[in-house]
């Protein structure tokens, strides 16, 4: 099998190293977040996968795709992903929060209406909410670092 090689756009951590660790803090704050409301592992992950699609970031659809396994989400699932309105895989409660999730992350064409975060709170409290929005929020900026520098390689699963 041939497969192509992507190329480092930009090493951050060598470049842009204390922002990188500013990132890994919003990171930790926002794990943090979804620890204290006890948000569901699986849908972190999916929210994760789902915003990295919208914004093409391979290695963090890579990464999180992996993560969720290991948490036990189904690949059914995240194969279904990207047609989620069309799969009958997913709860509301979880729809809700992918809904959500597609809203923020196209904040500049969307500007998240009052339609798409009453959706959400039918479904999640405020603190659930917030929780959730540091991690939409918090992936997004990963997704943009990752798409803009490609600063990351994807592993390959016959390299392990």
Request: net charge negative; charged share 25%.
């Amino acid at each position: 099998m041939t497969t192509t090689t992507i190329p480092v756009r930009l090493d951050l951590d060598t470049h842009a190293a204390i922002f990188g660790k500013a990132m890994n803090h919003l990171d930790n704050a926002a794990t943090r977040e979804l620890d204290r409301v006890d948000f569901d592992a699986r849908l972190r992950e999916l929210i994760r996968i789902r915003a990295s699609q919208l914004n093409g970031c391979a290695y963090c659809v890579d990464t999180h795709s992996r993560d969720a396994l290991a948490v036990g989400e189904t690949a059914q699932r995240i194969f279904a992903l990207p047609v989620w309105q069309e799969s009958m895989f997913f709860t509301n409660r979880e729809r809700a929060a992918i809904a959500f999730t597609e809203s923020v992350t196209r904040v500049a064409s969307t500007h998240v209406p009052a339609e798409d975060f009453e959706a959400v709170a039918e479904h999640f409290s405020p603190d659930e909410i917030g929780a959730m929005l540091s991690l939409i929020v918090t992936i997004n900026a990963w997704n943009a670092l990752g798409a803009a520098a490609r600063p990351w390689q994807p592993e390959r699963e016959d390299a392990r």
